[in-house]
């Protein structure tokens, strides 16, 4: 699993969703609700860093 370089430059918080989501897909390859599911179960939260990743991801676009 690779992650993007820029992702080091998120606040944990927020890489910890990304590390979460990618680790979901060796289970589920695509955005079924069972995907989501297994990220919940995991991080309940999911829905609030998902949106700060938005944000933040946007951020780091131009570097």
């Known amino acids: ?5 820029k992702t080091i430059l998120l606040p944990a918080h927020v890489a910890e ?3 979460v ?8 390859p695509h ?3 069972e995907f989501w599911l ?3 179960r995991v991080m309940p939260d999911y829905e609030r860093r ?3 990743l938005a944000v933040r991801g946007a951020e780091l676009e131009s570097l």
């Not at 699993?1 to 370089?5: A, G, I, S």
């Not at 989501?21 to 589920?28: F, I, Q, S, T």
Request: charged share 25%; proline share 4%.
């Open 17 to 19: 969703y990304v590390v």
């Open 31 to 33: 955005h079924t609700p």
């Open 21 to 28: 989501h990618e680790m979901a897909h060796l289970r589920e």
């Open 50 to 52: 998902k949106a700060l």
């Open 1 to 5: 699993m690779l992650f993007h370089w």
């Open 38 to 40: 297994r990220v919940e």
